[in-house]
């Protein structure tokens, strides 16, 4: 897919995104199933110690939806769900899985299919994590399809430049 991702990044006024840190409650799902997560975190320590957090950015909010509509065709499929998230050097989201209230509604359209493309332009110290799977140093651009939509996952960001992630859900058609 020949997308312009820095373009993309650039144009995303960073101060109008949507953090998401430890102690705020999105964590909680509206029916708890999610829960447990929370539960682990808590007992790891991470309410501590004052890292945990990303911003997201969400299309035609933030950024132009343009690069939904040219990921459904790369993909052939329907987003359900699309968002860039941002992690600030020195920041984390420790090992989770996605909570989505729309779960249910997704499913009852089709199989669900996961992808992440790293939008920003590699840096020493940028790392994103699915189940075993480690991608570090990968070139803008690169996109990566998950095992699976709620697959464990991680980023962490210990190098001096903000980390973007494009995540994009989509039901196969």
Not at 82 to 106: F, T
Not at 148 to 170: E, I, P, T, V
Request: with cysteine; aromatic share 16%; charged share 25%.
């Amino acid at each position: 897919m020949i997308f312009n991702w820095q373009q993309l990044i650039d144009s995303i006024d960073i101060s109008q995104g949507e953090v998401r840190s430890y102690g705020v409650d999105f964590y909680r799902n509206t029916d708890g199933r999610f829960n447990h997560i929370i539960d682990m975190w808590q007992k790891a320590g991470y309410d501590k110690t004052g890292t945990v957090e990303w911003i997201n950015f969400y299309p035609d909010k933030h950024f132009d939806a343009s690069v939904v509509k040219e990921f459904e065709k790369f993909t052939g499929t329907t987003c359900a769900r699309a968002w860039i998230s941002m992690i600030r050097p020195g920041k984390m989201a420790p090992y989770h899985q996605d909570i989505d209230d729309n779960l249910e509604e997704y499913l009852k359209q089709g199989d669900l299919v996961r992808y992440s493309v790293n939008a920003c332009e590699p840096s020493n110290g940028q790392i994103f994590i699915v189940e075993d799977t480690a991608l570090y140093n990968q070139p803008q651009g690169t996109i990566y399809e998950w095992p699976h939509y709620l697959s464990w996952h991680a980023g962490g960001n210990c190098s001096f430049k903000s980390k973007f992630l494009f995540n994009y859900l989509g039901i196969k058609k």
